[in-house]
């Protein structure tokens, strides 16, 4: 069965620093996977997918995320935090439909 | 930047009364969702409808809820006598070919009082 886990339901970064955030899958097969970004009381936005090819994704507002089939992981990045970065981030993964990690949510510090 | 659409945005309800949420898909789409997130919690799969017809459900979606494409534009999620436990937000989704990406909309808060 397919899973997702998220490291850590709460990550506070200083605004400027570097924005790393954790999701592990579990899967037979390598899954299609994609990161969603929640804004509070608004709906789930697309930040990127991986489905084949370059293992290096890069997405919206500057984020990237880097699919490891070895650590079965696929890590979303910003190099540099805005304070607009704050709000809830969904790991997720597919086969014949997505499934939702729990979520972490993003604070960025002045 | 085509989009889905769903209405309303917010809707209040009685406890036991019937609602009907309702979203447009992007018209070429092919794969329709819905999904629900109960408030600080994860988003969580109901149900996908291809070709007319459900073709996967997860054990939330019983017989309180039905889906619905009642013509060739809307696909309705349909909550029968509603309880409490019932509010949440309501996503619907709609992708063209499989899951390489669904679009999602913005969201239906139901809060039932």
């Known amino acids: 069965a397919q899973s997702v886990t998220q490291l850590g339901s709460h990550v506070s970064v200083s605004e400027g620093a570097l924005v790393l955030l954790r999701c592990n899958y579990s899967s037979s097969v390598p899954p299609y996977l994609f990161w969603y970004v929640q804004y509070p009381n608004q709906g789930l936005q697309l930040l990127l997918k991986y489905t084949t090819g370059a293992t290096l994704v890069k997405g919206i507002n500057g984020f990237e995320a880097e699919f490891k089939k070895s650590e079965t992981s696929f890590h979303l990045t910003k190099p540099s935090a805005h304070m607009s970065d704050a709000a809830e981030y969904f790991c997720a993964v597919s086969f014949d439909k997505v499934i939702f990690g729990p979520g972490t949510s993003l604070s960025v510090i002045p | 930047e085509p989009e889905v659409t769903q209405t309303p945005s917010h809707q209040v309800t009685q406890m036991g009364q019937e609602v009907i949420l309702r979203c447009v898909p992007i018209s070429n789409h092919l794969y329709f969702y819905w999904y629900r997130q109960i408030l600080g919690q994860k988003v969580e799969f109901l149900v996908s409808f291809y070709n007319n017809e459900i073709s996967e459900k997860s054990e939330i979606f019983d017989d309180q809820f039905s889906v619905e494409r009642p013509d060739g534009s809307n696909f309705t999620l349909k909550i029968r006598s509603t309880k409490l436990e019932d509010s949440a937000m309501y996503f619907c989704?709609?992708?063209?070919?499989?899951?390489?990406?669904?679009?999602f909309g913005s969201g239906t808060r139901l809060t039932v009082v």
């Open positions: 989704a709609s992708s063209e070919v499989g899951t390489h990406g669904y679009t």
